[in-house]
């Protein structure tokens, strides 16, 4: 047998050869005499996932005193393709560590509403922050969330129902859109009047399946200059017609009708403030009609369908909106731009959302991260219409939530058409 060699030869420089020498002679050892172990050195542990969460204002973090980080942080993390969701907390400066961390694609958002002492002190932070992004994530990983402060804008989006019941109930691939409707608030401290005003979809997921890859749709989902859309109405009226006051709220049907009496439990919308207009649908002649100013003039079935972003705008000259070459052979899509644009959700319809969906159905400047608005287990259960999806109502009880990132603005609860939680 070899001999080891000595500890000058380990350490000499040039030795290397010597080195692996040794390390056959000890497999040859093992071999020879069983009172001979081989002991395989420990690895190093990798150090943890870590997020830092970051005030986008700079001049906040200065003031509040947020360095690194904003502490006291919610968090929450989605798996791609999981309907699990972990929550968790930044600690006091900041930064989230995740040692057991599954590597991985991550929906990661979060939320900071201040509580306590901090709401008596308001100039120190604003009522709410937000942000989040797709990101993978695994041991010694290290990202940066940056954190929106709250705008309260002037008319939002509060409150979005499109639940349906089983689709037993109607037969099997029948699904009852009907009585779907989109609730708007006024956020601002003053009247504002609805007339001439928009509300409209962006990218429909179910709608635009058909022109997988996303490359294909990413001009209309993914431009920084605003919202690109086929469908959209306005309001009727001549300029002072409809006002709405401060902390009021307005609701639009999809049809305004008791859908109660189709299947128990739905909403009966026969009283709803307007409705949406289409030539092929009865229409309520007691309920105001939008205004059918949008290029498309079919319906597909409704206003809003499947992952969708339902958006409000200021009244703009419809002939003066840039154009491209639409979806749908003969159909046009019209760019809403972002100076116009009052509000926006991006809202995915249930929690099984994989590689097939696009990752993103507007830019990331004008919502950070989609919102999963359907609680895991009940897409098709019987108690599913009876929930939608609700902007959060702000510490002070008047204003809602409005971060620019859906994920953290919104949540689910039981639909209240005509107010706010």
């Not at 409704?302 to 703009?316: D, I, K, N, R, S």
């Not at 989609?370 to 599913?384: C, I, K, L, R, T």
């Amino acid at each position: 047998m070899w001999a080891s060699p000595s500890l000058t030869d380990q350490v000499r420089p040039g030795s290397v050869s010597r080195v692996l020498v040794a390390v056959g002679a000890s497999a040859l050892l093992t071999a020879c005499d069983a009172r001979v172990e081989l002991v395989q050195p420990k690895a190093s542990a990798a150090p943890p996932a870590v997020l830092t969460l970051v005030p986008s204002d700079t001049t906040l973090a200065q003031r509040a005193g947020w360095l690194p980080g904003v502490p006291g942080t919610s968090v929450l993390l989605r798996r791609d393709q999981s309907p699990t969701i972990g929550a968790f907390t930044s600690d006091g400066h900041g930064v989230l560590s995740l040692p057991d961390l599954a590597a991985g694609d991550y929906w990661v958002w979060a939320e900071k509403r201040p509580a306590g002492a901090e709401l008596d002190t308001p100039a120190l932070a604003p009522p709410a922050l937000g942000g989040g992004r797709r990101v993978s994530l695994g041991r010694g990983s290290m990202e940066m969330l940056p954190l929106r402060s709250q705008e309260n804008g002037s008319l939002v989006i509060s409150e979005f129902y499109y639940h349906s019941p089983p689709s037993s109930v109607f037969g099997e691939g029948v699904n009852y859109h009907f009585h779907w409707y989109i609730e708007l608030y006024n956020n601002s401290d003053s009247t504002i009047y609805l007339d001439g005003k928009i509300v409209g979809a962006g990218f429909h997921y179910w709608l635009d399946a058909e022109l997988w890859p996303c490359t294909e749709t990413e001009p209309f989902r993914d431009d920084p200059r605003g919202v690109w859309s086929q469908m959209f109405q306005a309001f009727p009226g001549g300029g002072h017609d409809h006002p709405l006051a401060p902390g009021r709220t307005v609701v639009i049907a999809e049809q305004a009708i008791d859908h109660g009496t189709i299947y128990p439990g739905l909403p009966d919308l026969s009283h709803a403030d307007f409705q949406f207009y289409w030539e092929t649908r009865a229409l309520n002649p007691a309920v105001p009609a939008m205004l059918p100013i949008q290029l498309r003039t079919a319906p597909p079935q409704t206003m809003f369908l499947g992952p969708a972003v339902p958006f409000v705008a200021e009244a703009v000259d419809l002939a003066s909106l840039e154009r491209m070459g639409g979806r749908y052979t003969e159909v046009d899509e019209a760019l809403f731009p972002r100076a116009v644009i009052l509000d926006l959700a991006v809202l995915y319809p249930d929690y099984r959302v994989n590689d097939s969906f696009c990752r993103t159905l507007v830019h990331p400047s004008l919502d950070a991260l989609s919102a999963f608005v359907q609680p895991s287990g009940v897409y098709e259960g019987d108690s599913a219409h009876v929930l939608s999806a609700q902007r959060k109502l702000l510490p002070d009880g008047i204003h809602l939530q409005r971060t620019g990132t859906s994920a953290a603005d919104w949540m689910i609860g039981p639909r209240s058409p005509g107010k706010v939680p």
